[in-house]
């Protein structure tokens, strides 16, 4: 019998397993066939399993420039057959509209019928999202912000049954990273809180949600990317803490998702010499530089797997990231992470066109090199192949999807982005908006009919969301007379002054991910007139304006509450964790629709900070605490 006969033979074993103990098979006859089916598998079929790129953009052969890859295609499906592929993850430029990504994962699957994919996706939710037509959902910091384990829930269930329907099977999420350091560029508003405990709570219900519609639920960024200050995207972050402080904090979230099931873990490329002080040479300048998480046996095979007891499947972050790409090169990274303990290196290597194939030829065969020269031992591949099979039979992916094409089109249509998860991520965002200030019961506004509203912020998106949502308001609070501006890459000056001085209502949002040069030493400079440090100038120089006007003045902080420090001054200041505004027909988070409901009492502010915002102007000073927020008609702390 041929190896792919044997292994269809195989997988109607597991069937028969699955229809005489009911939906969930007896876990030791599920075992004993997936060792079967490992078993039988070349190596060259084992390999494939563990490797897991992009096809985020391709270039068919006559084509000058690699698009986006929304259509299957013969070229990708002979790659996915030739290198028996495990898996595949898809991205926003794959994922445009409802009725062609489950086409194209259909297609997908097509191309891999003896043991079909693990197809997977950042659907974080908030400010990562790659579904271009499903519900967005305000994120992580706004549901610790709510202090709503059921909203967790609600999301990894919206998210689970909206991936699924489109036949993706896998989500990267949630990020249980405890944010604790206000200057992290990369993680901020993903996180729940800087409070692991919360992080620990909000992160299970959400898996859980996800788990409901037999997704599979991811964790990240093990072992913690919450106190970095660099983005592992483009450098090589390092967290000092010794091991009892980051058992306490970093830890905490992945050993209590770890305790509850969760089906993978997410390395980051973070240094952590307090477990592995290892040291390689960059292949980038030369120096010595300690090995990153993501290769680091003591990290994935001491820590993770021996001391915290996980026994799922271990996925690396994306290896084209420079933390990891600029230091190791490319085969050394792959086989470095799969002798750590990893049994998916995703995204190994760029490949956008048949004549990039070659890219993915190297690693394979690099990996190849490694398991016949012992390298990478046979009995450690064998066991990652397991993992990832046993994941697959567990939730339902062993089993070839044979729903018509059509119906599962139409399900997807009425899954995807409906009206019930649109009513509930509303829902979600209102009650995360958080009040900081409300001086002079500044809110609600309450502005008579032809007065004027003037909304400011970075990005002509954020403005224009801010403007339909005033026009979409109750009443008469919409027959107002609305303008915007966006002001990123602008100093302030005589036109928008002009443009303060005809209104009667200013709103301006703020979006700063890191506090700019405007901000020096605890001191901040309003005399800057540079026009690449807007992000903190412009909005100063707005509110000082206004106020010194005597405008209503409200400043929404739209991304990391921290940036609410630089407006010590304002009478009215709120955080509503998402920056995304409208574009394309569709509003991409709820949360700034969210904030202005609230500024004009449409909705209560019911959020409570999940971190503590420190000041701008004395550091070693905390503004606002943890658990902060203002009730918007007493004026006192919410309880």
């Known amino acids: 019998m041929g190896k792919k006969k044997w292994i269809s033979a195989a997988l109607a074993a597991v069937l028969s397993v699955s229809a005489l103990a009911g939906i969930k098979p007896v876990k030791a006859s599920a075992e004993t066939d997936v060792k079967a089916i490992v078993e ?38 002979g790659i996915i057959q030739k290198y028996h592929l495990g898996g595949v993850i898809l991205f926003a430029e794959n994922v445009v509209g409802t009725e062609q990504t489950a086409r194209l994962t259909d297609g997908l699957q097509q191309a891999s019928p003896g043991i079909p994919l693990f197809i997977t996706i950042d659907q974080e939710g908030g400010i990562v999202t790659r579904l271009q037509t499903g519900t967005n959902l305000p994120g992580n910091m706004a549901l610790g912000a709510a202090r709503s384990e059921r909203y967790a829930y609600q999301t990894g269930e919206i998210v689970g049954k909206e991936l699924s329907s489109l036949g993706v099977n896998v989500n990267f999420g949630p990020s249980v990273d405890v944010n604790n350091n206000p200057g992290n560029p990369v993680i901020g508003v993903r996180s729940f809180s800087s409070n692991p405990e919360l992080v620990s709570k909000l992160g299970i219900q959400t898996i859980k949600g996800l788990q409901s519609q037999n997704m599979a639920a991811t964790t990240k960024h093990f072992p913690g990317h919450g106190d970095t200050a660099t983005d592992s995207h483009y450098g090589l972050p390092i967290v000092t803490h010794d091991k009892e402080r ?99 290196a995703l995204m190994p290597a760029q490949v956008n066109s048949l004549d990039m194939e070659q890219n993915l030829a190297s690693v394979f065969n690099a990996v190849k090199e490694a398991i016949s020269e012992g390298e990478l031992p046979i009995e450690q591949v064998n066991a990652s192949v397991e993992r990832i099979l046993t994941l697959k039979e567990k939730r339902g992916i062993l089993t070839p999807d044979s729903t018509p094409i059509e119906e599962k089109v139409e399900n997807a249509l009425e899954v995807v982005g409906n009206k019930d998860h649109l009513k509930k991520e509303k829902k979600m965002a209102e009650d995360a908006v958080t009040l900081l200030k409300n001086e002079d019961k500044t809110l609600p506004f309450k502005p008579k009919k032809g007065e004027k509203v003037l909304v400011l912020a970075p990005f002509a998106d954020q403005v224009e969301a801010m403007t339909r949502s005033i026009k979409e308001l109750k009443g008469k609070k919409k027959d107002v007379e609305v303008s915007g501006y966006a002001f990123s890459g602008k100093t302030f000056g005589p036109e928008t002054a002009a443009m303060i001085d005809q209104a009667d209502y200013v709103i301006t949002g703020s979006y700063v991910v890191k506090n700019d040069p405007a901000v020096n030493d605890g001191v901040i400079d309003d005399s800057v007139q540079d026009s690449s440090k807007w992000a903190t100038a412009f909005p100063r120089a707005v509110m000082k304006d206004a106020q010194s006007k005597g405008k209503d003045f409200v400043l929404m902080s739209m991304r990391n509450p921290y940036d609410a420090a630089n407006f010590e001054e304002a009478k009215a200041v709120m955080a509503v964790y998402g920056f995304k505004g409208y574009s394309n027909g569709a509003y991409r988070q709820p949360n700034i629709p969210a904030g202005i409901r609230t500024i004009f009492g449409e909705s209560n502010p019911k959020g409570k900070l999940p971190v503590d915002i420190p000041s701008v102007t004395n550091p070693e000073e905390t503004l606002y605490p943890f658990g902060y927020g203002l009730d918007i008609r007493s004026g006192k702390q919410l309880k």
């Not at 030369?286 to 680091?296: D, K, M, Q, R, Y």
């Open 40 to 77: 039988n598998m070349s190596v060259d079929e084992k390999i494939g399993q563990m490797l897991m790129p992009d096809f985020r953009n391709w270039k068919k052969e006559g084509e000058s420039t690699a698009t986006g890859f929304t259509v299957m295609n013969d070229e990708v499906g």
């Open 246 to 344: 980051l058992r306490a904090v970093e830890l905490a979230p992945f050993q209590k998702a770890i305790d509850e099931g969760v089906d993978m873990v997410m390395t980051a490329h973070v240094q952590f010499p307090a477990f592995d002080d290892t040291t390689y040479i960059s292949k980038k300048d030369g120096e010595e530089i300690l090995v990153p998480a993501t290769l680091s046996k003591k990290v994935l095979t001491g820590l993770l797997r021996e001391e915290m007891g996980f026994n799922g499947v271990i996925i690396t972050d994306a290896l084209n990231m420079k933390a990891i790409a600029d230091n190791f090169g490319q085969e050394e990274a792959v086989v470095l992470a799969l002798k750590s303990g990893v049994d998916i």
